[in-house]
């Protein structure tokens, strides 16, 4: 019997490190992988700046980690520092809550459906924030909504940004010769700003055009779907999601 996915080159472009649990999924089903990250997650240059946020952490009352690169990028300094016990953590979805309970945090307030800003905004606990003191830790840049609307809700924020995302891609002739030579039939792109990189790089290759691009979230979809490429958005986060959706288009042709 054939695997569902043989035959089915898929780009990858998460940070290596980040593709090695949805690489073995799409491999298991037979497909083949083109490792090709837009994002690579690097070191800060001078954590000045960082360090004087943390250092201050007795102040806060809430701290919220954007992504497991947040924490492990910030745990290890911020430890140092001491955790206060009256500090109320919040991650913005179990994979970074994960992240936090191996460095002994615990009661961390997590959205339980969809993993964004806007999620972890609707709880009820991110409503009461009149007077209260919040850390964002993030890296350098970024989406402002959480901060935005945790401000016009009267709460004090600040950003502790401790690891800056570089695009490692100069151009795409790796995808574009993978294409030619019918190795790449999808494209899986998991944030918005790899999506911006892609399609920089890319411009209005033909290749492009007629290779589907699979992305997790509405939010990523929206840039592409403008230029009238071919987007498939997953039902629900997760590497076993994107397997399904990989398999369930393959399925249709």
Known sequence: MPLALANIGVAI???????????????EAGGSIIQFPLIEIAALEDYTQFESVIANLEMYDWVIFISSNAVQNSMPKITQFG?????QFAAIGPVTAKELQAFGVNNILTPKERFDSESLLALPEMHTMQNKKVMIVRGVGGRE????????????????????????QSNCNMLEHA?????????????????????????????????????????IAELPMQLGLKVIVTNTLGDEAMLQALISNRQAQ
Not at 83 to 87: L, Q, S
């Open 179 to 219: 294409w030619k030579n019918q190795q790449l039939q999808a494209i899986v792109v998991t944030s918005s700003e790899a999506m911006r990189h892609l399609i920089d790089l890319a411009g209005n290759a033909e290749w492009l055009k007629h290779t589907p691009l699979f992305v997790n979230h509405a939010r």
């Open 13 to 27: 472009t998460r940070p290596v490190d980040q593709a090695k649990k949805l690489t073995q999924l799409i491999t």
């Open 83 to 87: 955790m206060p016990n009256h500090v």
């Open 145 to 168: 909504i959480l901060a935005d609307t945790l401000k016009a809700r009267g709460a004090k924020v600040a950003f502790a940004e401790c690891y800056q995302r570089i695009n490692p």
